[in-house]
């Protein structure tokens, strides 16, 4: 017959458990008071000077957008614009086109882009130009407006902006 050891009846990891998840639950209300106090916004009135004394606080300003040039905006008939088709839609390039034209653009252009799956039209620039830009983007109704990029300046025929047709 085999010896019978009478098991105890509270065993000790069942303590360590309890005091590890105690410990675990107080930091974790830690984190979240300092990720309350780091992620709330800033007290409507709150000035800097109403802090603790001898406390310094620092207050950073939202990054600004880079500022726009300050020269005059050219006329309409200063500026030279490349259309290019980028929707696979035939003639939809030299209609546009058109459309400028007689608004008063000068048109370098028109022609099929290198690929046809644009989804957007786009109005890109070159340095320098923005603000003639975001106003053909007005004139053409398109709300993309962005610095030319892939497109190099022998492509670009003199133009400063280049209009992208998408399928919008």
Do not use: C
Not at 101 to 111: K, L, T
Not at 126 to 141: M, Y
């Amino acid at each position: 017959m085999q010896h019978v050891e009478p098991v105890p009846q509270s065993f000790p990891w069942r303590r360590a458990t309890l005091v590890v998840g105690a410990i675990a639950a107080v930091e974790l209300l830690v984190l979240l008071g300092i990720a309350i106090v780091r992620l709330a916004p800033a007290r409507a009135g709150a000035h800097p000077a109403a802090a603790a004394p001898g406390v310094t606080v620092e207050r950073h300003a939202a990054p600004k957008a880079p500022p726009v040039p300050t020269h005059p905006l050219r006329a309409r008939s200063a500026v030279h614009v490349l259309v290019l088709n980028g929707n696979g839609e035939q003639g939809a390039a030299s209609d546009e086109a058109s459309r400028l034209q007689v608004s008063g653009y000068r048109i370098s252009g028109a022609r099929n882009a290198a690929r046809h799956d644009y989804a957007r039209s786009m109005v890109l620039y070159v340095p320098g130009w923005v603000k003639e830009a975001r106003r053909l983007g007005r004139d053409a109704g398109i709300r993309v407006v962005a610095p030319v990029d892939g497109l190099r300046p022998s492509m670009l025929k003199g133009s400063q902006l280049v209009v992208v047709l998408g399928t919008d």
